[in-house]
């Protein structure tokens, strides 16, 4: 597991108007890209101390590129950073409120104890 | 010293602005309830005439990250620019600039880690809407100094609810102990029951209203010992996976007392979360 790249991934793209868009119209390339590119960077450092080692598994990665939201609240990733994200893409193509409970009704065969979302 | 004129304690709903400002004939059919809320709310502050405020708060992952997470951060900025792009893109939340008081900061974080509290200092805090949408009900014109302190209700792992307690207990001793003569108003905003990302998100109350009903009469009758007894870090996922918001509630429990009930006490009910607003004057209402 490797839910902190994940959370890195939602974390970088959404505080990104031109990713939020790259990542909404094109989410495999985007998803490539960035784990090729991105990934390793290390946050407010220059790039040439990049680090060597992160990778997503594979679950995480097809759930990354299928947008599967319910995916990858079960696989533990940090719920906000997931709805922040896929509301910035999706919300304003439904009415009011309308996409983030059908956000919720796609959840409802989960049930607590949540899956654990530390890192 | 200082004197603490009065202890804020609010949730902060980032849609507010929105709402209050939008043209009447586009506001949703609860806003009128809530702007006259706010403004009565807006009052308990504005006659306790602050010099400073003291904020405390919680970055919503905008600037505080999983790399080097601070359980607790004090601001030092000779000012604080204020509110992110996705804060502008979610809620309509305009870019704000708020002064900071230095020398209050350092105080605090002097004081502080000799109290016993390692807190994490920024130079160059960008302060989000948890500390924003209090500004925005209680000081719309902004022309007060702030001093921010962040907590993580985030990121577990999580301090545990007595430690925000503590901490509280051990803010409002610094106020008072803070050299010189300015009024000081500690403000603090939290959840009540709240579900983000998850299955319960957005229904037609909060997740849990006994949870609420329970946290809002803790907080009024100032039944911190009550509330430790049946909060835990466990606990609060059931009241909805983002309820850890609840602890800055419990950390104003703190900066007011054990046992303080509130001077002021307001809640309304919106569609997927319970927003509740609470005012203590340690001296006395009509100490002001």
């Known amino acids: 597991m490797s839910k902190y790249l994940v959370n890195k991934f939602l974390y970088t793209v959404d505080r990104d108007p031109d990713l939020v868009q790259r990542y909404r119209d094109d989410p495999a390339g985007t998803v490539a890209w960035w784990e090729t590119e991105k990934a390793n960077e290390i946050l407010n450092c220059v790039t040439q101390e990049k680090s060597t080692w992160l990778a997503f598994e594979d679950e995480e990665r097809d759930a990354l590129v299928a947008q599967d939201h319910v995916t990858l609240f079960e696989l533990g990733a940090h719920p906000f950073l997931t709805l922040t994200l896929f509301i910035a893409m999706f919300e304003h193509d439904h009415e009011p409120l309308g996409y983030v409970k059908a956000y919720a009704e796609r959840m409802a065969h989960i049930s607590l104890p949540y899956p654990d979302i530390a890192t | 010293m200082a004197e603490l004129v009065a202890v804020i304690a609010s949730t902060h709903h980032p849609f507010y602005y929105k709402t209050s400002t939008a043209p009447e004939e586009e506001r949703p059919p609860f806003a009128a309830e809530w702007i006259s809320k706010i403004e009565n709310f807006r009052e308990t502050l504005t006659r306790a005439r602050p010099d400073v405020l003291v904020m405390v708060g919680s970055d ?71 500390v924003t ?143 509740a607003y609470f005012t203590w004057y340690p001296k006395g209402a009509s100490s002001l």
């Open chain 2, 60 to 130: 919503h992952f905008h600037q505080l990250w999983l790399d080097n997470m601070p359980q607790f951060l004090v601001g030092k900025a000779p000012v604080y620019d204020a509110n992110w792009y996705n804060e502008e893109r979610e809620f309509g939340l305009p870019r704000m600039r708020l002064a900071g008081d230095e020398a209050f900061s350092q105080h605090i974080l002097r004081e502080g880690l000799d109290a016993g509290f390692d807190l994490a200092f920024s130079n160059e805090l960008r302060i989000d809407h948890s």
């Open chain 2, 133 to 275: 949408c209090p500004i925005i009900t209680l000081r719309p014109q902004a022309d007060l100094p702030i001093v921010p302190i962040y907590t993580n209700i985030f990121a577990p792992p999580l301090p545990q609810p007595k430690r925000f307690v503590q901490l509280g207990k051990t803010i409002r001793e610094l106020v008072e102990s803070m050299p010189g003569n300015q009024r000081v108003a500690v403000i603090g905003t939290g959840h009540l029951s709240l579900e983000l990302g998850g299955p319960r998100q957005f229904g037609p109350t909060g997740p849990d209203p006994e949870f609420d009903r329970k946290a809002v009469e803790w907080i009024a009758s100032g039944d911190i010992e009550g509330c430790l007894a049946e909060v835990t870090l466990e606990s609060l996922h059931k009241p909805g996976n983002a309820t850890h918001g609840f602890m800055d509630f419990m950390l104003m429990m703190g900066v007011a007392g054990e046992g303080a009930k509130a001077d002021y006490t307001e809640t309304v009910d919106l569609f997927h979360t319970m927003e």
